[in-house]
């Protein structure tokens, strides 16, 4: 009977990544790519203005220029799949942006680099998943050439919240 529940476990534990990665359409990852890269713009430029640190100011950056980069790319993707970007960036983005836009000094830093960590995450979780199993060629080649510098990403806002 042990070894039954142990079975159980591990099967359960195994087929975990792919209920994780269920597969998700052209349109929602554009909306979702889309607002994520509108947040690290947007929350950038706030951390290039506001921040007391070079290091954060200087990650801001190359935020700000990978990103509209990325935008760019997934536009002409979008469009080669005949999907429209969104206007603007979703609610949770949205909101965060509003707490970042209220902190201020040390405050600030702390919290943009927290932002940093926990969208980059988000971010390769989707481009990794959508590149593996996306349903348009264009969008898929877009998000597996992405993935890549959003890991690069996430690697230097771990090294600045010290994790």
């Not at 979008?78 to 979703?90: I, K, N, Y």
């Amino acid at each position: 009977m042990r070894m039954l529940k142990i079975a159980a476990a591990v099967a359960f534990l195994a087929s975990a990544p792919c209920v994780a990665a269920q597969q998700i359409s052209s349109e929602e990852f554009v909306s979702m790519a889309a607002s994520s890269d509108m947040f690290e713009i947007q929350s950038s430029q706030l951390a290039v203005a506001n921040s007391k640190q070079d290091s954060v100011r200087q990650f801001a950056e190359m935020m700000i220029a990978d990103h509209t980069k990325a935008s760019q790319e997934l536009k002409t993707a979008a469009g080669e799949a005949s999907v429209t970007l969104p206007a603007q960036m979703d609610e949770k983005h949205a909101a965060e942006l509003e707490k970042l836009k209220n902190a201020q000094g040390e405050q600030f830093d702390a919290a943009y680099v927290q932002a940093q960590l926990a969208a980059h995450q988000e971010a390769l979780k989707l481009l990794q998943s959508y590149a593996q199993g996306g349903d348009s060629q264009p969008l898929k080649a877009h998000a597996a050439k992405t993935a890549p510098v959003v890991q690069g990403h996430l690697e230097h806002a771990q090294k600045l919240s010290g994790s």
